[in-house]
Each structure stands twice: as C-alpha cells, then as structure tokens.
C-alpha cells in the first residue's frame, strides 16, 4: 500500500491536518493506534446529562477557526456560550471574587489591594528583561506585575489552561503573546493598547473577548465530522511497530504492529501524535531529539463530573466557574459551571459541575480511588459554592498524561523538531506540545503543516518529472 501522506496519531491536529490534505487531493492514511478517534476530546451523553470528559469548548480567536467549522458542515451546530459566561471567578480568602474586565471593574474588585493597583502604574518603566534570559512565567510576572497579580490571577490561569506550575512554565513558549508585548513595546499595558490594532487588521481577536464555543451534543462532534468527511482514510486500532526509509525508492515504510507483512509506504510523514510517542518513533533516526521529546513533562489531570436533576442549594452559578490559586490551599484546580455556560447539559432545574484535580500542583490527587475523588470534590464544592444534596451522576476520568507543559528550554527541543525536519525532508512534527494547546491552536496549525507537506510533496514531484 503506498500513500502521498501519512498521519500518525488520531486528536484534532491529525484529523483536521488528514482532512485538509485530502480535500488538497492527496491519498492519505491516519493511524491511530487507539478504537477511538478525537485523542481527549469525548462526550457521552448519560441519563439527561451531556458530558465533556476532555475539553468543554474552544474560542473563537481566528477567523480561520470559525470558516473551518463551518467548512466541515457544523455551522449549524455551534452553539456560543451564555452571556453569563463572562463572568469568571477566584477564589481568594474563601470567597469567589469575579475576574474584573474593565478598568472600573477592576478598581472596584477587591480581588486585588490597593498596593497592587497602584503597582501597575510602574510597569510601562519597566525595562524588558535581557534578550538571552530565559525567564519562567512567575519570574516574568513578578518582575513586571508584582507578586500579587502572579499569585490571583496569572497562577489560576495557568492551571486552568495547562493544569501547570508558573514556576517552571517558559513565559516565551507557553504565553508567547504576553511575552511578545515586552520584546515589541517594551511594557504589557502599551502593547495591550497597541496590539488591539494590529489584531483588529488581521482579523484576530483577544482571548479576553474571544467567543467560546461548543456543539449541541458536545465537543466530540467536532472529531465525528471529520472522520465522517475522512472515511476510509482513518485506520484505527493501527499502532506502528517500526518506521524506516527505503534509500532506493526514497520512500517511507511503515511497519504496523500486529499485522502479518502490513506496511506502507509514504512520501510523507505528518507525527501529531504526543511527544513520548513520536520520541519512540523516531529513536532510530535522530536519538537526541527523541531524548529531548521525552522531556517535555504531561502531569495527570482527573476530570469529576457531578450531575444534578435538581440543585438543592448552592449560589448562583452565574458564569463559566471558577480558578484556584495554589496560596488558597484547596485540593481542587477548579470547576466549570457546565450547564450554565451551553443548553442542553443538565436537566433544566439541575446543574453539571465539571471539576479538575492533580496537574503539576498537587498529581498525587490523581491517585485516589474513584470513591474518594468523588467525597473530596463534593467536600470541596459544598465549601465554596454551598452545594448540597447528594448528585444524581458521577463521572470520573482520568487522564494519566494529560497536558504538555512548555517549560524552560522548550524553545531549544523546538529548535531541534526543525532540525529535524530539515534534515528529514518529508518528515513533518505536528501536535499540542508545538504552536499551542487548545483546539482552536491546533485547527489553525494544521493548515500551515499541510501546507508543508503539500509544497513538499510538490516538490518531490517536480523533481522526479525533471
């Protein structure tokens, strides 16, 4: 069997990179090794609740996200999040205080003193730090913000996001856009201001006023549509036992576990698989860059799923949920405030709460039985929103290697990946631990790697005709 690409690894970066370079002409191949498509994104809808066991939404931050969606055919199924979603909490002194998003908000908030208000007044003379440090994300903002604003608003955002540590998070690789405002205007709060322009040209949009987004049954019909559109195209149940170039044909070969003599071959190959496994993949052909892969640290993350028909009492769940920064000392990340923020996720006087536990914070969490994961969430929840009654559905998931974490010298193994490529032209590094972690991050990347491919491939063509 011989193909123009191959993808390993079934998540969104492969599906919707397989779906553009089929749609370009291409014969292509997906393996994935597990029997279901869509790596964390799966929902189940279970006894009137509808369950998201991996990411709930994405946001609406490019323009190219939006046309993609609409492209594959679910332009009717989106559903935007309730206004009341903009409203989002942290917890500080064992009380939920909203995250102020105007400037009158934010004097008014007490989730910050005065002392650090007025802080921020010293930031735009700030000078940005040396070009050759490399700074974590607590040694960026500390400097720049003051500790205050790294402790209640940048530390819950970053567990929220990544379920990571500040302190070990590369301000460079894993908030590339604040640290470009230094580097560009020399000052966060002037670059805020300019960088609103720019965006405006290129269509973008902040992720402050981005619109999250979702699908009537889920973010799984999102993975459905594309291996719906793909078809024979996805092999599942394919786990690749060896990988090889054959030096007479210039061709890949692709050996797959399990199957007596099944090999591929390829002009090309696209890893969005995560970074241990393409490290294993390509052990025999650059040892270096797959010691450097198997750096990049994945912490377990247990998603709590608590489902009420009907709320006996607790406080208004009026916005997307809540962080915790680690000085507050919880057992919990955080929990999103399901049935507000999307119809259609609870039974209508009920509530879906999603919780987050373990990450770089506190992993050992992760370890408890699903017994005691369940009581210890409930503890927490009827502490901070007063939510009684016992629920009608608990879920649990656990995701044992959850999250890529772009820590310290991210960028150097970044810098190998291209090496890499360079000198394996045809080979192509794709996925979550490169260019961004979200859905949205990894819809829009994977234009630019199947346009590389596509140009490779070209390329190749052209060569041989010649």
């Known amino acids: 069997m011989q193909k123009d690409c191959i993808i390993i690894g079934g998540g969104i970066s492969g599906l919707a990179t397989a ?3 089929k749609k370009a002409g291409l014969n292509v191949l997906l393996l994935e090794k597990k029997d279901q498509p869509g790596g964390a994104i799966r929902s189940e809808v279970c006894d009137d609740f509808l369950i998201d066991y991996g990411p709930n939404s994405t946001l609406e931050t490019s323009p190219k996200i939006r046309d993609f969606v609409d492209e594959i055919g679910l332009k009717d199924r989106r559903v935007y999040a309730s206004d009341s979603a903009k409203n989002r909490y942290i917890l500080r002194g064992g009380q939920l205080l909203a995250l102020p998003m105007s400037p009158p908000k934010f004097l008014a908030t ?3 003193s005065w002392q650090a208000k ?12 040396p070009e050759d440090k490399e700074e974590t994300i607590s040694q960026f903002v500390t400097r720049r913000l003051g500790r205050e604003f790294l402790d209640y608003a940048i530390n819950p955002f970053v567990a929220g996001v990544y379920a990571g540590d500040p302190d070990r998070l590369s301000v460079r690789s894993a908030v590339a856009k604040i640290y470009a405002l230094e580097k560009k205007y020399g000052s966060l709060i002037k670059g805020a201001f300019r960088g609103a322009k720019e965006r405006k040209k290129r269509a973008e949009v902040d992720k402050t006023k981005a619109q999250l987004f979702s699908f009537q049954n889920g973010m ?5 549509a594309l291996v719906k559109l793909l078809g024979d195209a996805v092999k599942m149940n394919a786990a690749v036992a060896s990988l090889k170039k054959n030096p007479s044909s210039d061709l890949y070969e692709i050996e797959l576990a399990g199957s007596e003599n099944e090999m591929v071959q390829t002009k ?3 890893f969005t698989s995560p970074a241990f496994v393409t490290a294993d993949l390509i052990k025999n052909l650059d040892g270096d860059l797959t010691k450097s892969l198997n750096k990049i640290t994945y912490p377990p993350v247990t998603m709590a799923f608590l489902g009420y028909k009907k709320t006996e009492q607790c406080r208004d769940l009026d916005g997307f949920g ?4 680690k000085v507050e000392n919880r057992k919990i990340l955080g929990n999103i405030w399901s049935s ?14 999603t919780t987050f536990v373990g990450g770089m914070r506190q992993p050992e969490l992760t370890e408890q039985s699903d017994a005691d994961l369940a009581e210890m969430v409930q503890s927490e929840l009827r502490d901070i929103l007063g939510l009684q009654g016992t629920p009608d559905i608990i879920k649990i998931k656990r995701w044992r290697r959850a999250i890529p974490q772009y820590e310290l010298g991210h960028q150097a193994i970044l810098d190998k990946v291209e090496s890499f490529e360079r000198r394996h032209p045809g080979l192509f590094i794709s996925g979550n631990f490169r260019d961004g972690i979200s859905v949205g991050d990894c819809i829009v990347n994977s234009e630019k790697v199947a346009n590389n491919v596509f140009e490779e ?6 060569s041989l005709v010649e």
């Open 19 to 21: 779906y553009r370079l």
């Open 340 to 353: 507000t923020l999307f119809p259609n996720r609870a039974p209508v006087a009920g509530a879906a709460l």
């Open 220 to 224: 799984q019909e999102l993975v459905d």
């Open 322 to 325: 809540f962080l915790i920064p």
């Open 110 to 112: 007490k989730l910050f």
């Open 457 to 462: 491939i070209k390329h190749k063509t052209i």
């Open 268 to 270: 090309s190959i696209v």
């Open 118 to 129: 007025l802080r921020l007044f010293a930031e735009p003379f700030i000078k940005p730090a």
